[in-house]
């Protein structure tokens, strides 16, 4: 059994003309519902996307993904991302008083952090599909702030900016990056989350027996519950029935995010399953590591990559302590949070998950 069906996380200036722009009061949900949506250059239109679509107009998950106007206040503002009724989302069409900021009135920003957007008050569009938005404003040429692109290309995240043949942006996929970001977006429980809804408390994210059948995607088989995906979510999430949790984490269509504890223990029983499988633990390596640590702890993976070499992962240093990254021969770890204080090797420095990820700029 080789490590080869696993798969990684994958990885706007408008030139204003117009002088008579002006402000717009923020929108409301009933505004969407009247038929019309505005540009963010100010002009009505019917959307192009619109014509053919039988859809709710009143619905929030419309009305999200094709661009919905508010005011800066009305968004939660995260280290990686805005939030809105619980949604992530990126924002443009923002309205700076000063003129020497209009040329970035057509850009899209993805990072709280961007200088264009740290402390901006007033209105702005919000959105939390990038090709839906590009569709509902075809007149505007909305674009990715630069600052924002050099951000998203920096995470290394596979296929997250998509590119045509001339080098030009054709498409961003915002559901990879909330998925990515997923811990420090949404709440701390198990949630569903499909790109604009709500996210969805889950109260069974894992079949209710023991079941009996390997993971359609990685051949893990264990037998015994807390690894194996609820078929129903399954299917929510355009899945296969018979798929495990780090799987599932990696390929839906939606982001599903387990509590802490439940998703280092799937990941724990499935890396035994397949060393087992291999017939001894893999090397040290980068690669091995983004394979089978939860999907919480890829952001942190991927900056390590840059700053330190392959880890061993899943290492016991104590009969009580696991960690999850381990470097023996430089006597460094990283466990998670939640692990039980207990006595470290002398010859051991080891930091909390929160702790590192701190230090690096991740919360």
Same mark, same amino acid.
């Given at each position: 059994?080789?490590?080869?069906?696993?798969?990684?996380?994958?990885?706007?200036?408008?030139?204003?003309?117009?002088?008579?722009?002006?402000?717009?009061?923020?929108? #409301?949900? $009933?505004?969407?519902?009247? =038929?019309?949506?505005?540009? @963010?250059? %100010?002009?009505?239109?019917?959307?192009?996307? +619109? !014509?053919?679509?039988?859809?709710?107009?009143?619905?929030?998950?419309?009305?999200?993904?094709?661009?919905?106007?508010?005011?800066?206040?009305?968004?939660?503002?995260? #280290?990686? $991302?805005?939030?809105?009724? =619980?949604?992530?989302?990126? @924002?443009? %069409?923002?309205?700076?008083?000063?003129?020497? +900021? !209009?040329?970035?009135?057509?850009?899209?920003?993805?990072?709280?952090?961007?200088?264009?957007?740290?402390?901006?008050?007033?209105?702005?569009?919000?959105?939390?599909?990038?090709?839906?938005?590009?569709?509902?404003?075809?007149?505007?040429?909305?674009?990715?702030?630069?600052?924002?692109?050099?951000?998203?290309?920096?995470?290394?995240?596979?296929?997250?900016?998509?590119?045509?043949?001339?080098?030009?942006?054709?498409?961003?996929?915002?559901?990879?990056?909330?998925?990515?970001?997923?811990?420090?977006?949404?709440?701390?429980?198990?949630?569903?989350?499909?790109?604009?809804?709500?996210?969805?408390?889950?109260?069974?994210?894992?079949?209710?027996?023991?079941?009996?059948?390997?993971?359609?995607?990685?051949?893990?088989?264990?037998?015994?519950?807390?690894?194996?995906?609820?078929?129903?979510?399954?299917?929510?999430?355009?899945?296969?029935?018979?798929?495990?949790?780090?799987?599932?984490?990696?390929?839906?269509?939606?982001?599903?995010?387990?509590?802490?504890?439940?998703?280092?223990?799937?990941?724990?029983?499935?890396?035994?399953?397949?060393?087992?499988?291999?017939?001894?633990?893999?090397?040290?390596?980068?690669?091995?590591?983004?394979?089978?640590?939860?999907?919480?702890?890829?952001?942190?993976?991927?900056?390590?990559?840059?700053?330190?070499?392959?880890?061993?992962?899943?290492?016991?240093?104590?009969?009580?302590?696991?960690?999850?990254?381990?470097?023996?021969?430089?006597?460094?770890?990283?466990?998670?949070?939640?692990?039980?204080?207990?006595?470290?090797?002398?010859?051991?420095?080891?930091?909390?998950?929160?702790?590192?990820?701190?230090?690096?700029?991740?919360?």
């Amino acid at each position: 059994m080789k490590l080869t069906n696993f798969q990684l996380i994958p990885n706007r200036k408008t030139q204003v003309s117009r002088s008579d722009i002006k402000p717009m009061p923020a929108a #409301s949900l $009933s505004y969407l519902a009247s =038929g019309q949506i505005t540009s @963010v250059s %100010g002009r009505k239109r019917i959307p192009q996307q +619109q !014509a053919n679509r039988k859809v709710n107009r009143n619905s929030l998950a419309h009305a999200i993904r094709t661009g919905i106007q508010l005011d800066s206040s009305d968004l939660d503002s995260l #280290s990686c $991302s805005w939030r809105y009724r =619980g949604i992530p989302v990126f @924002v443009f %069409g923002l309205q700076h008083p000063s003129s020497a +900021q !209009a040329d970035s009135f057509g850009q899209i920003h993805f990072s709280p952090k961007c200088p264009s957007v740290i402390n901006f008050q007033g209105p702005l569009w919000a959105s939390s599909d990038y090709g839906a938005v590009l569709k509902s404003f075809p007149q505007d040429q909305l674009k990715p702030c630069p600052h924002c692109l050099r951000y998203l290309y920096s995470l290394d995240i596979p296929d997250l900016v998509r590119k045509d043949r001339f080098g030009a942006v054709t498409d961003i996929d915002w559901l990879n990056y909330a998925r990515y970001f997923a811990s420090s977006i949404f709440d701390k429980h198990p949630i569903f989350w499909r790109n604009g809804e709500r996210p969805q408390k889950v109260n069974s994210l894992f079949t209710a027996e023991n079941p009996k059948y390997a993971c359609s995607i990685c051949q893990c088989h264990i037998k015994t519950h807390g690894w194996a995906l609820n078929p129903e979510l399954a299917k929510q999430s355009g899945l296969p029935e018979e798929i495990c949790l780090l799987c599932a984490e990696r390929r839906a269509r939606a982001v599903i995010m387990p509590s802490p504890q439940a998703a280092l223990r799937a990941a724990t029983l499935r890396y035994e399953s397949l060393t087992k499988q291999l017939g001894s633990e893999p090397q040290a390596s980068w690669m091995v590591a983004e394979q089978v640590v939860p999907a919480s702890w890829l952001p942190l993976v991927q900056k390590l990559k840059t700053l330190m070499g392959p880890p061993k992962v899943f290492q016991v240093i104590t009969p009580r302590v696991l960690a999850v990254l381990c470097w023996p021969s430089m006597g460094r770890a990283i466990i998670a949070d939640n692990t039980k204080e207990a006595k470290v090797p002398q010859s051991y420095s080891v930091w909390r998950k929160s702790q590192i990820e701190g230090e690096l700029g991740l919360s």
